[in-house]
């Protein structure tokens, strides 16, 4: 069964930092391109990071470049996205997705940033 969990949520002040964990099963994360989505409250699921299957190669949205950074391990067969300079619009829950849509993805971690 195709599954993929996200961990590492939690409440941090603004300009603190997170590291955010997605493990999978049933497929090998690095054969395929995968996504970082977030959806905050009263808003629409949106992109925040892609890293392709071919050369691990990492890409963001505008709003988290420079504070965001994916990365993912081949033996452990899981990714990261490491957020740094947290600001209060970064307050959502974070998924990873083997699709841009977020059709296939895990059940969340929730990031609240507030001081």
């Known amino acids: 069964e195709v599954q993929l969990v996200e961990s590492g949520g939690g409440l941090v002040q603004p300009g603190g930092s997170l590291r955010l964990s997605c493990s999978a099963s049933?497929?090998?994360?690095?054969?395929?391109?995968i996504y970082w989505l977030r959806q905050a409250p009263g808003k629409e699921l949106e992109w925040v990071s892609t890293?392709?299957?071919?050369?691990?190669?990492?890409y963001y949205t505008n709003s988290v470049k420079g504070r965001f950074t994916a990365s993912r391990d081949r033996a452990k067969n899981k990714m990261y996205l490491e957020l740094t300079s947290l600001k209060p619009e970064d307050t959502a829950t974070y998924y990873c997705?083997?699709?841009?849509?977020?059709?296939?993805r895990g059940q969340g971690t929730q990031v609240i940033v507030s001081s």
């Open positions: 890293i392709s299957s071919v050369g691990g190669f990492t």
């Open positions: 997705a083997k699709d841009r849509t977020g059709t296939m």
């Open positions: 049933g497929f090998v994360l690095v054969s395929e391109n």
